[in-house]
């Protein structure tokens, strides 16, 4: 996988949308994820008193279903770096407003999530730039990618259950994330693959 | 010590006074010379003296390369001056074998050898060189570069030296006597570091640059090196005529075979003589056109000279002596490119603790630790939700971040890079700064009575976005750089179609030599007219590009950036003078708009390309 695609963080459904209902779709990687975020972004914008927890759910099943189509291609192009930070945004933007939708007082464990998730997502980026390595498949897949973990999450949501169910992800994912990190930088410090670093342009000005 | 005869073909390399110590021999590092270039009077510009026991340019140099762990050394030179350089050889700490080659053709081929032989890492560069051992110590000791260059982007001490072209850390084209360039940010300073991975392609490179020299090739490797010749006069040129008339000549009016005054003709036969043989360069083409990852370490301010003659040899040491090596590399590790809060307002200082911690045996990940421990208790005095808490949370977030800096400048001035350190760096900085967002808002809940969490929410979302715009952006053009078509050994010219004339490559030599920049109209070479969208995102590009220029915009653009020091000055000071609320909303604005003008830049050179 290139990085751009490692950073997306794909889970089983967006892999197998894009296998699926991606290859017979002409539109490219980027006017999709576009296009399926703009939903979920006028969702976000919306006043919380006027949005209901079954129209943000809704604005997150296109999100999944048109954006994850877009899910397995390496396209090379000048604006796919655009595709990632998009995901994350509404990604992280979708918790913030599915809690303060259902209850509120949850708020600080969607931070600890957040948290846990931003852990998660700065770790892929670093061991690709330092251990050229990506993260096992199997982390991902645990994570369930963002279309997983957005679909459980809504279906929480309107079950009334988001709050303790984000507690939950925070006790099973917690560890593992991080436990399977830490294991990788050790197995890296033992082998004898140098590291590599973070080209920087600098001025000797 | 033993001279190898010349015998058209470079010798076989004599290994017999390395033959009882080849296991320790071959271990290390090596390194390749070349004493190739004549002096002014036509001797070996290596062989200049520096002191009245007759120590030598070289003889200065091969020490500080067994210093640097270098424990073999080849030095190639000329028939006329293997006596001679044979004598230094002898001489030198480390086993060292001289092969006599006649010419740039002879260089490459032992080159070609000795790749061939070398099993780790080898240095390969000019013996007439007097520099700082650190500069040398950034390109040998420095893991971080495997294969790679010492470069500068200074026209002083880049004086003849072939240029380069650099983006994102990774050499993309490169000039030599017969190789020209466009748009050429770099001095290639004639050191050239490649990994025990890459000595195979090396091998290989070198053998077809030979060819590119010798038999058949030789006319038109003479025929590229006039062609420069006739870059160089033009640019003499139009130099004197400007410093004469006040006005700077067009292209058009330059002559294709100037008169040049005698000073001037003398300057231009010098620089000839000194970058006729540079067979370095030629590797450096030679690697960067077999698709090798080149990187670049960097001179920054320790001295670097060339000198020609006995009378710039004297000036060099002056200059040389006049220096404090020990405080250039304590500058050196401060960060080149970084925010401003951190290069005016903890750079200066904490470049002074990375000097206390390195005499006190510590290491960068203890500091790093040290700094997340510091940031923990930040978190917790934060929490505390008072105004005295505020308070002692905002300086202990600062001293937590002066350590931040200390980490990074202890490893460069040590030069201490372990596997874990960027690592765990990386990752506390994080860390450090979304527990403060959770130390804050438990405060606000706790002491002020606001809930601020669905804020802080906020603020790890943007911020983690913005970072992730930064990294995509960042893999998405080194992925479009790595994609980018490898041109072969054989072509002269960087350019598309049929080689320039003469009258054409002036756009290429006012960018190439920037010794002198003309009149601001005149600096820049013109760009092919664009249209619709792509011509106004290639506008908006080009008014971006000159806000580089100047410092007070170069500036203002990063503090607008909202870059690590800027951000956690902002948290301590709103922080302690306000409350949380004011800290999330001031980093959610700023951040925000920091996101927009990030995100729009990008989209404008993405457009633009």
Not at chain 2, 89 to 108: C, E, F, N, W
Not at chain 2, 212 to 240: H, I, N, S, T, Y
């Amino acid at each position: 996988m290139t990085p751009l695609q490692v950073y997306r963080d794909d889970g089983p459904l967006a892999a197998w949308l894009g296998r699926t209902v991606g290859a017979a779709l002409r539109l490219g990687e980027v006017p999709l994820t576009l296009l399926g975020a703009l939903p979920l972004v006028v969702a976000l914008a919306w006043p919380l008193s006027a949005l209901t927890t079954g129209a943000a759910a809704l604005a997150v099943a296109v999100l999944v279903l048109v954006a994850g189509a877009a899910s397995g291609r390496a396209e090379p192009g000048r604006f796919a770096w655009v595709t990632p930070p998009v995901l994350r945004a509404v990604e992280y933007g979708a918790f913030i407003k599915l809690v303060a939708l259902t209850d509120g007082d949850w708020m600080p464990a969607c931070y600890a999530f957040l948290a846990l998730l931003a852990f998660h997502h700065y770790d892929a980026v670093y061991r690709l730039r330092h251990q050229r390595l990506e993260p096992p498949a199997w982390v991902r897949w645990a994570g369930g990618g963002w279309d997983g973990r957005l679909v459980v999450a809504s279906a929480l949501a309107l079950a009334g259950a988001l709050g303790p169910g984000l507690l939950v992800a925070i006790v099973v994912l917690g560890p593992v994330f991080v436990a399977e990190s830490v294991v990788s930088w050790l197995r890296f410090v033992a082998a004898e693959r140098v590291a590599t670093y973070e080209d920087e342009d600098v001025q000797d000005e | 010590m033993s001279i190898a005869a010349h015998s058209g073909r470079p010798a076989a390399v004599d290994r017999a006074p390395g033959a009882r110590r080849r296991a320790a021999a071959w271990a290390g590092a090596s390194a390749l010379l070349y004493a190739t270039t004549a002096d002014a009077g036509g001797g070996p510009a290596a062989l200049l003296r520096l002191d009245a026991e007759g120590t030598t340019i070289l003889g200065r140099l091969l020490g500080q390369l067994a210093d640097l762990g270098v424990r073999r050394v080849w030095i190639v030179t000329r028939p006329a001056w293997a006596d001679a350089v044979g004598r230094e050889a002898a001489g030198a700490p480390q086993p060292a074998d001289v092969i006599v080659a006649a010419d740039i053709a002879d260089d490459l081929r032992a080159t070609a050898d000795v790749a061939g032989r070398a099993s780790d890492r080898l240095i390969v560069g000019r013996s007439d060189v007097l520099a700082h051992r650190e500069a040398l110590a950034g390109l040998l000791a420095d893991p971080r570069v495997t294969t790679g260059v010492l470069a500068t982007t200074s026209g002083r001490r880049g004086r003849w030296a072939y240029r380069t072209r650099s983006a994102r850390g990774r050499m993309l084209s490169a000039s030599s006597p017969f190789h020209s360039i466009r748009r050429p940010s770099h001095f290639f300073l004639g050191f050239l570091k490649v990994d025990r991975r890459d000595l195979a392609t090396l091998e290989e490179a070198a053998g077809r640059l030979a060819e590119l020299a010798d038999g058949p090739g030789r006319a038109r490797f003479e025929e590229e090196l006039a062609r420069k010749v006739v870059v160089w006069r033009r640019r003499r040129w139009q130099l004197a005529r400007a410093a004469q008339t006040g006005l700077w000549p067009d292209p058009e009016e330059i002559p294709l075979d100037p008169p040049l005054d005698p000073a001037d003709e003398a300057d231009v036969a010098e620089r000839l003589r000194a970058t006729r043989d540079d067979a370095g360069a030629m590797l450096v083409v030679g690697l960067v056109r077999s698709g090798v990852h080149v990187s670049s370490s960097y001179l920054r301010n320790f001295f670097y000279a060339r000198p020609r003659s006995p009378e710039e040899l004297a000036e060099a040491q002056a200059e040389l002596a006049a220096l404090d090596e020990d405080a250039v590399l304590l500058d050196a590790a401060v960060k080149g490119a970084d925010g401003f809060f951190t290069t005016y307002f903890v750079s200066p200082y904490s470049k002074y603790i990375a000097r206390f911690a390195a005499r006190r045996g510590w290491t960068p990940n203890v500091v790093t630790t040290i700094s997340m421990a510091i940031g923990a208790g930040a978190t917790a005095a934060f929490a505390i939700g008072s105004r005295a808490g505020l308070i002692a949370g905002a300086v202990l977030l600062q001293a937590a971040f002066t350590m931040d800096c200390v980490d990074g400048q202890l490893a460069r001035y040590t030069r201490q890079f372990s596997k874990l350190g960027a690592w765990l760096d990386s990752i506390f900085d994080r860390g450090k700064e979304y527990l403060v967002y959770a130390g804050l808002a438990i405060g606000s809940t706790r002491g002020f009575g606001v809930d601020v969490w669905t804020l802080a929410c906020a603020a790890i979302a943007l911020q983690t976005a913005r970072h992730m715009v930064d990294f995509s952006y960042a893999a998405g053009r080194h992925e479009a750089i790595a994609a980018l078509p490898l041109r072969d050994l054989a072509e002269p010219d960087e350019r598309d179609g049929p080689p320039a004339a003469a009258a054409e490559t002036e756009a290429e030599a006012q960018a190439a030599e920037g010794e002198l920049p003309g009149p601001a109209e005149r600096a820049e070479p013109p760009e092919p007219e664009r249209r619709g969208l792509r011509g106004i995102a290639a506008a908006g590009v080009r008014f971006i590009t000159r806000l580089e220029k100047r410092p007070a915009t170069r500036w203002a653009k990063r503090i607008v950036a909202l870059p690590i020091g800027e951000r956690f000055a902002l948290i301590s000071i709103t922080a302690a003078l306000f409350t949380p609320r004011t800290t999330f909303i001031a980093l959610l604005a700023w951040g925000g708009f920091a996101a927009c003008y990030s995100v729009g830049g990008r989209v404008m050179r993405s457009v633009a390309r």
